[in-house]
Structure formats: structure tokens, C-alpha cells
């Protein structure tokens, strides 16, 4: 079957410190995988996609085929990341399928 | 340009009664989604639509109609709200041109069944 997993409902990390915020996916085919946030009080909108290798706000996520996952890093957090984080896979359809979401709280 | 918007922003229902959740998006997308947000369940597809005139189920269909009569708006029907359908729904769209696959999504509206 498909789909996407955040295993944290919630990380909470100081400023400064690393962030790696987790996703697995289950999809035997070659997948297309991105990355949503949802700041508070505004709509969800792209972070990040795998194909484009780019690196937004210092973010940064790599798909590991071999673990099936696409975990999101920073190396130190600022207090304006606090956010909802959304991994999502696209299987080859244009039906996406989104993990449960972890909040991220940066804290002071 | 708008991007995507949806009306109404919030709304609050008694069991059984009925409403239209509009989508209208200015991107020429082919493809527009209806998802609920609802806490520790993240994002879950009600429908979706690859083109006027067509629409499909998604992963949580029941008790939502929805109808694609014009490319730019996506109508979300609720023929008799139950307190379940409780949540936060939020429209998408996708364009179809080159690899670009990202989905552009509403504002949201918060619509509360008693």
C-alpha cells in the first residue's frame, strides 16, 4: 500500500540546535516527494521537492531509497520555523498522499 | 493573481443541514483536490477532479458531493452535515506543465457541524 509516515506528532528543539524532522514512505515505484509547511494562521505551501535538490529557508531533505525515507534537516532552527511540516508523495498519479504532520516548536 | 480561494471562511452547521463549499482558483489548473485537516490525522483527500466535467473519489469520500462544471471552481457539497465532518477543509490545485507538480492550496475554511 501507499503511504507516508511521521512517526512525531510534535518535535520540540531550542534555537540554534539541528532539526530533522522524520518521514518513510511505502511506494514500489520511483517516487516524487515534497515537503509542505503550514505557518500559523496561513495556508499550506511547498517547501521543498526531491527533484529540485534545492535547499529552502536552510532546509534541506534527501531521498534514501534504500530506507524508503525523505527526512527534512536544518543544522540550527530559528524561532520562525515553528510550523506544521507535511511529508507528501505523489506515486505517479495526481493523487497525493500526505503523512499525519509534526509540529515543530522552536523554542527560545 | 488570486491564486486559490475559498468561500465561505467559516461556517458553523446543525446536524442535517446542508451547504456548498466554493473553490476558484486563476492558474489554469487542470487539477483541483478537497482535503479535511483534521489533529493526528493529517491531510486526507475527499475528492478530486483532473478536469472539468470530472471528479473522483478520494480516501474519504462519504457524505461529501462534489461537482467540476467550470475548469476554475470545485464545488464541496454537504447534503446533511454530521458532527464527524467537524474539520477544517482546504482545495488544491495542480497545473499539468513540465515537472512542476506542486499543489497550491486555499486558505482553508473552518466549518464546525453541532
Known amino acids: 500500500a501507499q503511504r507516508v509516515t511521521q512517526p512525531e506528532k510534535l518535535l520540540s528543539v531550542f534555537k540554534g540546535a539541528p532539526v530533522e524532522l522524520k518521514c518513510n514512505y511505502s511506494?514500489?515505484?520511483?517516487?516524487?516527494l515534497f515537503w509542505y509547511v503550514q505557518y500559523s494562521r496561513q495556508r499550506l505551501q511547498l517547501l521543498l521537492r526531491?527533484?529540485s535538490r534545492e535547499s529552502i529557508k536552510g532546509f534541506t531533505a534527501d531521498l534514501n531509497k534504500g530506507e524508503t525515507s525523505f527526512h527534512l534537516k536544518k543544522p540550527f532552527a530559528q524561532e520562525e520555523d515553528s510550523a506544521m511540516y507535511y511529508c507528501?508523495?505523489?506515486?505517479?498519479?495526481?493523487?497525493?498522499?500526505f503523512g499525519t504532520g509534526t509540529r515543530l516548536k522552536v523554542l527560545a | 493573481n488570486a491564486g486559490v480561494t475559498q468561500t465561505p471562511k467559516f461556517r458553523v452547521l446543525k446536524t442535517g443541514q446542508s451547504m456548498t463549499l466554493l473553490c476558484a482558483q486563476d492558474?489554469?489548473?487542470?487539477?483541483m483536490y478537497w482535503y479535511r485537516q483534521d489533529p493526528g490525522m493529517g491531510l486526507r483527500l475527499i475528492h478530486y477532479?483532473?478536469?472539468?466535467?470530472?471528479?473522483a473519489k478520494g480516501e474519504v469520500p462519504d457524505g461529501y458531493n462534489v461537482s467540476r462544471l467550470k475548469k476554475q471552481n470545485f464545488l464541496l457539497g454537504l447534503e446533511s452535515a454530521a458532527p464527524s465532518q467537524t474539520s477544517v477543509y482546504f482545495c488544491?490545485?495542480?497545473?499539468?506543465?513540465?515537472?512542476?507538480?506542486?499543489?497550491?492550496f486555499g486558505p482553508g475554511t473552518r466549518l464546525t457541524v453541532t
Open positions: 492558474m489554469n489548473h487542470e487539477y
Open positions: 488544491a490545485s495542480t497545473g499539468t506543465s513540465g515537472e512542476n507538480y506542486e499543489q497550491y
Open positions: 477532479s483532473v478536469g472539468e466535467g470530472t471528479t
Open positions: 507528501a508523495l505523489l506515486p505517479g498519479t495526481y493523487k497525493y498522499i
Open positions: 526531491h527533484i
Open positions: 511506494y514500489s515505484g520511483s517516487p516524487e
